[in-house]
């Protein structure tokens, strides 16, 4: 398997604290890596570095072989680099499907265009009405995002990812808050994505985790304790004693 | 010549220093609250309109001074009781429109008490006359008084910020709010201590310019803009940027109306130069504020990532 | 053609009782009137243009009667240059309100919050230093215009030509917005101003919406600017003094922001309560502060929120 995401050494201080403290980490074109950690481990802010929100202190990003440890956020998900968002981010005062659409919009076409009615193109309506269809929002539509419930507003979150058409999607704790039916929602949806995208997966969910994960990777005060399949990493005494053992 | 760049670098200072006293307790509520006051001109403009009124009354400046003083720290009280404090979780456009609101409301109800004519504050005898500076230089006492006054508040600003509780709070919140609301701080009423004293500041400056500059409704308004270019340079919430920025922006705006027009003699032919002088004097202190936004959005002490 | 959205229905009311307005006060015999009524439509143009950024943009904006300025001057530039043509003055007007907006938006945008609100106030003092230095333009004191301009060589001396040349630019610049903010460029404004980081999570970099969003703002505004230069016959730096800033923001509150609707209605209702207001009192300042406090203070949702209970301009453009 090929590389598609490569973390070499990085590193990211908040004043005296190291929260990102030499992480190296490679993601498999196809996988579905999880990175598992306690609260505080900084997986986060380890999302934030991949994604160009946050410029780590030093330490290299790798993208399909590419350097862009120092691209801007909206450059890499034009790469194909999306995100989701541990706190849902959505524009709350517009409707769902116009929430989409903007996602689409952002890679079909110039968004400088002054005069033609962008709720009026066809094209870019059917592919974001897809991406809810995926999700299972598609009747839900014509909503304003503010009127979604929680666990909607987590779909949504998704669909908008999606919508971007990445290669490679970051997912920070998309069950978050999440109960359920809703959650098992979630997981069939990202057990169908995983054959199509490779997705880095923050969760805290560990049934989730061991059940959706390729290779689990354990963030601990900032640093990788141990990288595996699923089995090997639960197995491992070290990730027991420092992280399992809290909740099991 | 380098006698009067002496002169208008003195006169640089002390309007500086006036400058830092008004921005100096506005710059904190920017930084501890987020919240945005264009009304706080007024309490400059009211504690000089205080002074004449007490002085008036009473025939001595430093009685009136004395009045002025408490004065307007009571008036600032009564409007962050009435007002300010309802506005702290509002948006920025409430707290526009609101703080808009009392400035028209504020400088009209002071025409309407005291009239749109300038109002004149005698000098007290004690300070009256001028001191030999540098050979024929002589300089004014009350504005060397005026310098000593604003220095002695801005070292006594600081020893309280750096070395008292309130202060360790203060400085804490303008660079982490949350932390300080963590730390089981009452913000509601570590604000009203900085908004009641950043109020007697500026009516402290209102009151000691009352001699020297005459008392208007617009005077409040005037000195409200280069606040906040002066707050803008110096990095929202920073004191030790306000008092670089206020001295930076009172000595580049004196200095500036009357050397640009020398200075720019030496490269263009003299009436050009007084021409172009009279046009770029003005708009200098602005021109800086570009330049150093420019090199650094959060201005020259401003803490990164909080723009 | 589906039916027309509500707020352009409200829109298409005014606008219509707006027409109607000079041969009513005519017949009324106060034709005074239609100069009071022109004056409506002049700070509706400008409501509108701040609308863009302010409403649609979250771009809260201290100094746009900068632009007002910028217009005017074009006009008594113009004339001193013998170019009396209006669309002249008006292209003169908006390439200067585009270069400096252009800059100064530049280096404001780069800051948030607080920071942009100064700065953009800051700004547009600069600009009004600027024209008061002027000595040649009258300086402080402004300078009279000998004659108003001509469109197309007919002549806008009669005050019920400017009026329908300004009803007209109005109705032209709100159905340029109203296509703008509905474009793909207008989604992905609102989308900013919902929240950027969602929107550079999608792709999207706001920095030169935000700017481009600014420039034809002040370029708007400045078509205000020549057209009140040309009702009063004179241009004055007092006319992009930073409290015509904050009335401009007051009208559009007033109206409700981001319905551009909304903004003509809180411009035509805000000159209206000015000219009421200060017949009954100088001191007229006192109240309108007084009622602004107050609403700002005990209307939840501030004056929005007010003038929705109230059915002014109508729900927001989503």
Excluded at chain 2, 59 to 73: H, I, V
Excluded at chain 3, 104 to 130: D, E, N, P, W
Aim: a neutral charge; glycine letters at 12%; hydrophobic letters at 55%.
């Amino acid at each position: 398997m090929s590389e598609l995401l490569e973390i070499r050494d990085l590193r990211k201080s908040f004043g005296a604290l190291a929260v990102t403290d030499g992480v190296s980490l490679s993601v498999a074109e196809g996988e579905l890596h999880a990175v598992i950690g306690p609260n505080g481990a900084g997986k986060t802010t380890l999302i934030a570095q991949l994604s160009g929100q946050l410029s780590p202190d030093s330490g290299l990003v790798l993208y399909d072989g590419e350097d862009i440890t120092h691209l801007d956020m909206a450059t890499r998900v034009r790469r194909g680099l999306a995100r989701s968002f541990q706190i849902t981010a959505l524009l709350p005062g517009m409707s769902v499907l116009e929430n989409v659409a903007l996602a689409v919009q952002a890679r079909s076409g110039s968004s400088f265009r002054f005069w033609r009615d962008a709720g009026d193109e066809e094209i870019t309506n059917a592919q974001a009405r897809v991406a809810l269809e995926e999700v299972g929002l598609a009747d839900r539509a014509s909503v304003l995002a503010s009127a979604l419930s929680h666990g909607e507003q987590r779909q949504l979150e998704l669909a908008v990812a999606l919508a971007t058409k990445p290669r490679l999607l970051l997912l920070d704790e998309p069950l978050a808050g999440t109960g359920g039916q809703e959650a098992e929602r979630l997981i069939a949806l990202m057990q169908r994505l995983k054959s199509r995208l490779t997705i880095v997966l923050i969760e805290h969910d560990m049934d989730a985790v061991f059940q959706l994960a390729d290779r689990v990777s354990v963030l601990v005060y900032g640093a990788i304790a141990a990288t595996g399949s699923p089995e090997a990493v639960r197995a491992d005494p070290a990730v027991r004693a420092a992280y399992l053992g809290e909740g099991a | 010549m380098t006698n009067l760049f002496l002169l208008q670098l003195l006169n640089g200072a002390q309007f500086g220093i006036l400058l830092f006293l008004v921005a100096a307790g506005l710059t904190l509520v920017f930084g501890i609250m987020d919240f945005i006051n264009l009304a706080h001109g007024v309490l400059y403009m009211v504690g000089a309109y205080l002074m004449a009124t007490f002085a008036g009354l009473t025939g001595s400046f430093w009685l009136g001074l004395l009045l002025a003083m408490p004065a307007t720290l009571v008036f600032g009280l009564v409007l962050e009781f009435l007002v300010f404090r309802r506005l702290y979780d509002r948006s920025h456009l409430d707290q526009v429109l609101a703080t808009f609101g009392l400035i028209l409301m504020l400088s009209e109800g002071v025409r309407i008490l005291w009239g749109s004519a300038p109002l004149n504050v005698d000098m007290p005898a004690l300070l009256s006359g001028s001191v030999p500076l540098a050979g024929p230089l002589k300089y004014p006492v009350y504005r060397i008084a005026v310098i000593a006054a604003g220095l002695a508040s801005a070292v006594g600003l600081w020893a309280l910020i750096n070395h008292t509780r309130a202060g360790m709070l203060l400085r804490a919140g303008a660079s982490n709010r949350p932390m300080v609301a963590a730390l089981g701080v009452d913000i509601s009423r570590l604000f009203m201590l900085v908004f009641a004293f950043g109020a007697m500041l500026a009516g402290f400056a209102g009151a000691i310019v009352a001699p020297i500059l005459s008392v208007d409704p617009g005077m409040g308004e005037s000195i409200l803009i280069l606040t906040f270019v002066v707050i803008v340079i110096g990095g929202v919430g920073s004191i030790r940027g306000a008092f670089l920025a206020a001295i930076l922006v009172g000595v580049v705006d004196t200095v500036g109306r009357t050397f640009g027009p020398i200075w720019l003699r030496m490269v263009m032919d003299p009436s050009a130069a007084a021409q172009t002088g009279r046009m770029l004097a003005p708009m200098l202190v602005y021109l800086l504020m570009a330049a150093v936004l420019f090199w650094s959005p959060t201005g020259l002490f401003g803490r990164k990532g909080a723009k | 053609m589906s039916a027309l959205a509500p707020r352009l229905k409200a829109a298409l009311a005014l606008f219509v009782l707006m027409a109607l307005v000079p041969p009513l006060v005519t017949a009324l015999g106060d034709p005074f009137l239609t100069v009071v009524a022109n004056r409506m439509l002049v700070f509706a143009i400008a409501a509108l243009s701040l609308d863009l950024i302010l409403g649609y943009g979250a771009m809260v904006s201290f100094g746009h009667a900068a632009y007002l300025g910028f217009g005017a001057y074009a006009v008594a530039l113009g004339a001193r240059w013998g170019v009396s043509d209006l669309l002249a003055q008006i292209l003169l007007g908006m390439a200067m309100s585009a270069g400096f907006a252009l800059v100064t938006g530049a280096i404001s945008l780069r800051t948030k919050g607080v920071y942009f609100i100064m700065i953009t106030l800051a700004f547009a003092q600069m600009a009004y230093f600027f024209f008061v230095a002027q000595s040649s333009l009258g300086g402080d004191d402004g300078v009279a215009l000998q004659a108003r301009s001509s469109l197309l060589g007919v002549s806008l001396e009669g005050d019920l030509a400017l009026y329908y040349v300004t009803l007209g630019a109005l109705v032209a610049i709100y159905a340029g917005l109203y296509r703008l903010t509905g474009s793909r460029f207008g989604r992905v404004l609102k989308g900013t101003r919902e929240n950027a980081l969602r929107m550079q999570a999608m792709g999207y970099r706001p920095f030169p919406y935000q700017l481009i969003a600014y420039v034809i703002a002040a370029c708007l505004c400045s078509v205000a600017g020549v057209l009140l230069a040309n009702l009063t016959e004179y241009v004055s730096p007092a006319y992009m003094g930073w409290h015509r800033s904050g009335e401009l923001i007051v009208m559009l509150v007033f109206g409700g922001i981001g319905t551009l609707t909304g903004a003509v209605a809180g411009a035509l209702v805000a000159v209206g309560l000015e000219e009421v207001l200060a017949i009954f009192s100088d001191h007229w300042r006192l109240g309108f502060g007084l009622v602004l406090v107050l609403v700002v203070l005990f209307s939840p949702d501030g004056l929005t929120g007010l003038a929705k209970r109230l059915g002014i301009g109508g729900s927001k453009d989503v």
